[in-house]
């Protein structure tokens, strides 16, 4: 009757909290396990079986989370996303206090981690994955959208003069290429050179 809790009900909601906060942790394991596969195997050599082995938890278990390789593969897209929009929303909480130098530092590094190592496996699987593809593609173009904004913000950029816009684009066009080149070699010394050159550049375009 209304109103009314019985012993029951609170058992089965005591039993169904652990289960759901179990469910979701299974379901974080494996968001993080496929982002790790991505990272290191690439498309081809992250199939469920590989995410499900290194997140701990049976091929079956998986797929109640995530039927097909598809939908875990996207799932996995939305949270390389959020996850990546996270980092560069945490780089720096306070500002950046003038200190374009370090804006620059901090975003090569975001482009050249693990979080955009696992997004340029998911580019060339959506290259040939219809299934993948578009959401890849909106969820990168929010992505984009959030870095160049918080870019201005954190470099002081008054994107109303002339070319500071494509300046900053070229900045971090310039991070994305030492993220690719990063795939090959890790060149610390050379992009830390690199760095320091382009910050150089803003002060003079920027003011």
């Excluded at 652990?18 to 081809?44: M, Y």
Aim: proline share 3%.
């Amino acid at each position: 009757m209304g109103g009314v809790t019985t012993v029951g009900d609170r058992a089965d909601r005591a039993d169904r909290v652990p289960k759901q906060d179990r469910s979701r942790a299974t379901r974080q394991r494996l968001l993080e396990a496929a982002v790790a596969c991505l990272a290191e195997h690439g498309w081809a050599g992250s199939t469920v079986s590989v995410v499900a082995e290194r997140a701990g938890v049976s091929r079956g278990a998986a797929q109640h989370h995530f039927p097909t390789r598809e939908d875990l593969f996207t799932a996995a897209v939305e949270y390389v996303a959020e996850e990546r929009s996270t980092a560069l929303r945490a780089l720096f909480p306070q500002g950046a206090a003038g200190d374009r130098r370090a804006v620059v530092s901090g975003l090569v590094d975001l482009y050249t981690g693990p979080l955009f190592r696992a997004a340029l496996h998911l580019w060339v699987a959506a290259s040939n994955e219809e299934q993948l593809r578009p959401r890849v593609t909106e969820l990168e173009a929010r992505v984009g959208r959030e870095t160049h904004r918080i870019a201005v913000d954190l470099l002081g950029a008054d994107e109303s003069r002339p070319g500071v816009r494509e300046t900053v684009q070229g900045l971090l066009d310039m991070a994305r290429g030492l993220g690719l080149a990063n795939l090959l070699t890790d060149d610390a010394a050379r992009r830390d050179r690199v760095v320091t050159q382009w910050a150089l550049l803003l002060e003079e375009t920027l003011g």
